[in-house]
Each structure stands twice: as structure tokens, then as C-alpha cells.
């Protein structure tokens, strides 16, 4: 069993609709990622979170410690969102560099 | 302020050959992390280096190994080239404090034939 499971493993979606992606995890973190990866390669970076809630513009990145669950919601979907959204935890005790990653969700948002 | 760069971006070699790719970080960063990416595996942790010295490694063959320099500029090599080294390698750098943001470079995809 993966140690980061995310579903839906892909997400089609209309213009305008609410998304919800979501991440599970089996290990004690100190930090969980969510990245924004678009077709070509380039990752960014969206979400860096140790507990609660964090929004940016139409993004929301919630998580749950004692649940072991983040959730990434995009109000307001654009076709431009299109893309594959990435969770990443940072071991609890584990160097900077050492995430370990979900296999992504790919969205599609049609026009 | 200057992103993550890395060089080349795209690269074909043959088996049993090697490879040595580059990652300059964003000015300031002292931290560079190395991970790979392919279909099969997705995102997985190479290394990480922190002022020059390796600070962290991930579940990979010796043939991979990396340094970093003087100017945090990192390197990454892998020896004799195999099929399955086909993959997107990415670098990230950050300031290096524990669980901070880090910034992604484009990546350099390499193809081996």
C-alpha cells in the first residue's frame, strides 16, 4: 500500500464546477504539499500546510492531522486548472528534501 | 528574481552510457533536492544536498549520485544508463529550513535508448 493515496485518480469537470481532490496518508508528517503540475513538466507549488486551512484566490487546502486526510478544492473551475495535482508529505522527523509523493490526480475542466 | 533553472532540458543517450545534468537554484537557496519522475513511478526522491553536503538520500542504485558546490549549483550523475532512467528528473531548491516551501525547476527529460 502506497503511503500517500489520492482520489480520484482523474476528474473531469465543467467550467464553473466545485472540485475536490483528495489525499490520504499512513505516515506521521510534518508537513504536507500540494504542487500543481501542467502538461511539459514544470510543478509549482500551491499549498505547504502543517494543520488547518490555507486559501489562495479560487484554492483551498484543508487538512485533518488525526484523520490523516488533506483535501484541495478549486471553487470556480476554469479550463485553465487543467492539470495534474500532486500531494506530497514530508516525513515527520525527515529531511527537507525527502517528500514522498501521491500518484496525482489529473483534472480536465471542459469549456 | 531568477527561477529554478536546469540544464539541459532535453537529452537522448544509449544504454551503458552516462549522464551528468544541472540544477541552478534560486539565489539565496542552499538546499537543492533531486527527484525523478516517470509513468510507472511517479515522483520519487533522489537526494538532497544542504551547503555542499549531502543531507538526505532517497532508495536509489549507486549508479545515481550527485554533488553540490561552493555557489549551491547542483549536479547529478548517473552511470551506465539503463532503459528504465528514462524519466523527467526535477530539482527543487529552497533556503533549507525543515517543511518549507520549495521552487521546481523545468526539468531535464532524459531518453534512453
Known amino acids: 500500500k502506497n503511503e500517500v493515496e489520492q482520489s480520484p485518480q482523474n476528474l473531469t469537470a465543467q467550467e464553473g464546477e466545485f472540485i475536490t481532490i483528495n489525499c490520504s496518508y499512513s505516515?506521521?508528517?510534518?508537513?504536507l504539499h500540494w504542487l500543481q503540475q501542467h502538461p511539459g513538466g514544470g510543478i509549482v507549488s500551491l499549498f505547504m500546510l502543517s494543520s488547518g486551512k490555507k486559501k489562495h484566490g479560487r484554492l483551498i487546502a484543508t487538512i485533518n492531522i488525526q484523520e490523516k486526510h488533506s483535501s484541495l478544492h478549486i471553487t470556480a473551475s476554469h479550463p485553465r486548472d487543467s492539470a495534474v495535482y500532486i500531494c506530497?508529505?514530508?516525513?515527520?522527523?525527515?529531511?527537507?528534501?525527502?517528500?514522498?509523493f501521491g500518484k496525482g490526480t489529473k483534472l480536465s475542466v471542459k469549456p | 528574481k531568477a527561477g529554478v533553472t536546469q540544464t539541459p532540458r532535453y537529452l537522448i543517450k544509449t544504454r551503458g552510457q552516462q549522464v551528468t545534468l544541472s540544477c541552478s537554484p534560486i539565489?539565496?537557496?542552499?538546499?537543492v533536492s533531486w527527484y525523478q519522475q516517470t509513468p510507472g513511478q511517479g515522483l520519487q526522491f533522489l537526494f538532497e544536498?544542504?551547503?555542499?553536503?549531502?543531507?538526505n538520500k532517497g532508495n536509489f542504485p549507486g549508479r545515481f549520485s550527485g554533488r553540490q558546490f561552493s555557489n549551491s549549483r547542483s549536479e547529478m550523475n548517473v552511470s551506465t544508463l539503463e532503459l528504465g532512467d528514462s524519466a523527467l528528473y526535477l530539482c527543487a531548491s529552497s533556503k533549507g529550513e525543515h517543511g518549507e516551501t520549495q521552487y521546481f525547476g523545468p526539468g531535464t527529460r532524459l531518453l534512453v535508448l
Open positions: 506530497a508529505v514530508l516525513n515527520y522527523g525527515g529531511s527537507q528534501g525527502n517528500l514522498i
Open positions: 544536498y544542504f551547503s555542499e553536503t549531502q543531507r
Open positions: 505516515v506521521g508528517i510534518s508537513a
Open positions: 539565489s539565496g537557496h542552499r538546499s
